[in-house]
Every structure is written in C-alpha cells, then in structure tokens.
C-alpha cells in the first residue's frame, strides 16, 4: 500500500525525528479504513509527550477530532472528540465556574493524550489522576469496532485504556467530570526551603492543601542541597479577590505571549547558565514566605506564555526524565539523585518536585504511587545516556519507576510496567523499545 502521506514527526523533545506516515480523519469510517489496512500505528494528539511515546510505524493524528458534543452547565460534564486540548476546555468551562478535576503542567494536551497517560497534576495527592474525572470513551479498537467504555460497561477495556499510552486503541472521544470554582484565581504561598530536609517538612506540613508543588535547584551540593522553593495553593473564592478582580472573579484579561523565534545554539545552555539563572530565581523572592492571589495560567502553566519553549534546548533537542520514589525512602532517593546531577554539571533549570498520594489500585497502568516525583529537563549531549544510566540505578534501587509519558532511553525494568495492552496492531517506538529491554 502506498504511504499517505509521509513527514518528519516528533514531540516536544524534539528527540527522537523520525519519518513516518501519518494521517488525520474525522469520519469513524475513514478512520476505520485506516486502521484495518496497517499492521501497525499508534494514536498521537497535540505531541506534547517527551521521547517516542507517541511515535510509530503509522502515525494517527487526532487533531481533526476537535469538536465538542455537549456541556451539561448544571452538572458540569462536559463531552467532547479525543483531540480538543485542555486549553480549549478550559476557553468554554472557566467563565461557567468549573475547572479541570486534574491537570498536568500544560494545558495543550489533548484529551484523548491525557486519558492514555492518566495524567497527574500538583494535587495528586488530594485528588488523584485524570482517570478520577473520566466517565467514559469511546475507543476504535484494532478490528475497526468502535467500544463505549465505561466503570460500568467495556470496563476491561476501560482501566487497560487509563494509562496505556494509546496501546489498546485510539480513543475518540469522551466525557469528563468537572470541578466547581468561584473564580479563575488561585490563592497562593510561596515559602523558601534552604535544603532538601526543609523541603520535605514543607510537603508534610502541606498535605491538607490542595495543589502543592516546588522549584528545585538541582545543582546545589552539600548543605545547600535541594534549595528550593514550595509553591501551595487552594482555588481562590469570590471574596478572597481584591476588589479589581472581583467584579468579573471567572474573566481573564488576555496576555501577550511572546514566542521563542528560533532553535537556541547549543552553548547557551550550560551548566554556568543553568546555575545564573536558578541563583536569580531563587533570589527573586525576597521574604522567606510570599501570599498573593494569581490566575489560573500563572500557577498551573506558567510555562504556556512562551509559544515554542522547548527551541531553548537547540535543534538537538532534549529529553525530560521523571520518576518516583516511594515516600518512605523519598528523601534519602532524592538526595542521591541531587547529588548525582549536581556532581555530573547538567543541571535543569526546570526541576519539579512533587508529592503523589496513594493510587487508585483500579488503575493499575497509571505512572503515580505514593511517593515524591521528581521531573528534570536535560539537553542532548554525548554524556547524556551516562547520566540517565547512574540515575536510572538509583530510581531502581530505591524501587521506584519512571513516567513513561517522559522516557526516552530509561532501562526497561522501570518502564515495563503496563498490563493488558498487548494488540497486534498499536504499537509505538516506545513500547517496541521496551519489550526489546534496550
């Protein structure tokens, strides 16, 4: 059969590039055709997995299934095609009073990509995964069949489907669960630990609060290891605004955004500039403690406002590493991890820690168990894979496992988790990676 149409493909890492086919449909028969002529695919949404994730032989693109079905305003369910983003939920949702259950850091993932990552946020631990909204998709299976899944109905599929990384189908579309707001502001505190032993008081002390997160830096050593500044928040009500904000509590006033124009050269990120920019980061607040009322975007995506970040590791590109760590080691793994970056010199400027509660055992291909994640961003180089080797010995060492929405070249006894998604048919690098145990 001759190719549809081939084109170079990625994702947000910008590694691997591969040239693959790729197809995008909105018709369920068209799509159907598609599926039962390739012996394999796999279904991406908006790319903004790290690695191969979402990289095939065949590469489905959901981008033409944007169209919403319905929004039930009084009981804030809202359905929806499998390639809406999040941030075009959040367009419809915010000014009717409701938010997403659950979030992860960027809101221009698709659905469909956040339901086969069962996607976590800065309140895992409150509030658990994606799956805790979902009430139900549809799903093309490798025969063509279209399934309804559900709790109730299908739900074999269902929990496989929660976490599978697009390997038992490509979901079509799907009805989610919403959280009541008051207002589109997020009442915030931000408190600075000197080290990593402050940290993790912190994180206790901050169990009640809903959404908790903390900047890192990852290149201090000795004393000052795991300097880093916690960031808690609670979604703000009506009367908690200042009175400029009050009167329009669910308007935002549109931003500039400005965008990164090209690909960085390679020597503008290193480990001097790394270590310039956490020291005026951390720098930057002054008082040990900070409260202040911020939007929605500033604390979940703070990231968002610059169109086309990831140009500012170079063509080259780079790859985001993120694991967890049971919490009762959580401290002394993340320690040994610290210093393992901090002593290799490629530090991230974008480091994230943050605390997971228990999983929902139902949801058993989902990344999150109790424990403290940890997420770094590290630029390609020829040193890269050594780094990525001693880190993945101690994650594995400490019993923990890495996020397979992020990997790209972890080893395959802390990547083999997921069960029940063997299919002849979907079938990403990744999981051909994997089974390969490279």
């Given at each position: ?22 197809k ?18 796999i279904?991406?949404?908006n ?22 079905i ?29 938010f ?11 659905v ?6 069962d ?69 915030q ?13 912190l ?6 609060w809903?959404?908790?997160?903390a ?23 009506k ?5 400029k ?34 020291f005026?980061?951390?720098n ?45 080691k ?9 210093e ?67 990997d ?27 089974a390969?145990g490279?």
């Open positions: 059969m001759k190719p549809n149409f081939e084109k170079l493909v990625t994702n947000w890492g910008n590694y691997p590039v591969v040239k693959k086919e790729f995008s449909e909105e018709n369920y028969q068209k799509i159907k055709k598609f599926v039962l002529n390739h012996n394999e695919l279904a991406r949404g790319g903004r997995c790290y690695g191969d994730a979402a990289l095939g032989e065949a590469i489905f693109s959901t981008s033409k299934l944007n169209k919403f319905s929004f039930d305003r009084l009981n804030g369910v809202i359905e929806c095609e499998s390639g809406v983003l999040l941030s075009e939920i959040l367009e419809v949702t915010v000014p009717q009073g409701y997403l259950l659950v979030t992860p850091g960027t809101k221009f993932i698709s469909g990509g956040a339901i086969a990552s996607v976590h946020g800065k309140n895992h631990h409150t509030e658990g995964c994606f799956v805790e909204c979902v009430l139900s998709f549809k799903i093309m299976d490798e025969k063509g069949v279209v399934l309804n899944c559900s709790r109730e109905e299908n739900s074999d599929k269902f929990w496989a489907t929660i976490g599978g990384m697009g390997l038992t189908g490509i979901i079509l579309s799907a009805k989610i669960k919403l959280k009541n707001i008051e207002s589109a502001y997020i009442r505190e931000s408190i600075k630990a000197e080290n990593l032993n402050e940290i993790f008081r994180f206790e002390e901050s169990e009640d809903t959404y908790t997160v900047w890192i830096d990852c290149l201090q050593k000795g004393k000052n290891i795991g300097r880093s500044i916690l960031m808690r928040g609670e979604h703000a009500l009367v908690e605004l200042p009175f904000l009050a009167d329009k509590p669910l308007r935002l006033k549109k931003k500039f955004s400005p965008t990164v124009p090209f690909y960085f050269p390679k020597f503008v990120l290193n480990k001097f500039t790394v270590k310039a920019f956490n005026l980061y951390f930057k607040q002054r008082a040990k403690v900070v409260k202040n009322i911020i939007d929605y975007e500033t604390f979940f995506y703070p990231l968002d406002a610059i169109n086309d970040w990831n140009r500012i590791y170079g063509k080259s590109g780079f790859i985001q590493y993120q694991m967890v760590i049971p919490k009762e959580g401290e002394e793994g993340m320690r040994r991890i610290l393992t970056i901090a002593n290799s010199g490629q530090g991230s400027f974008l480091a994230v820690l943050k605390l997971f509660g228990k999983n929902n055992p139902l949801a058993y291909n989902s990344f999150p168990f109790e424990g403290y994640t940890l997420a770094l961003d590290f630029k390609l180089n020829r040193e890269l894979v050594q780094l990525v080797n001693n880190l993945d010995k101690i994650v594995e060492e400490f019993g923990g496992r890495i996020y397979l929405t992020k790209s070249m972890s080893k395959s006894s802390l990547t083999n988790y997921l069960k029940n998604v063997e299919s002849s048919k979907f079938t990403s690098l990744q999981s051909k990676r994997i390969r490279a």
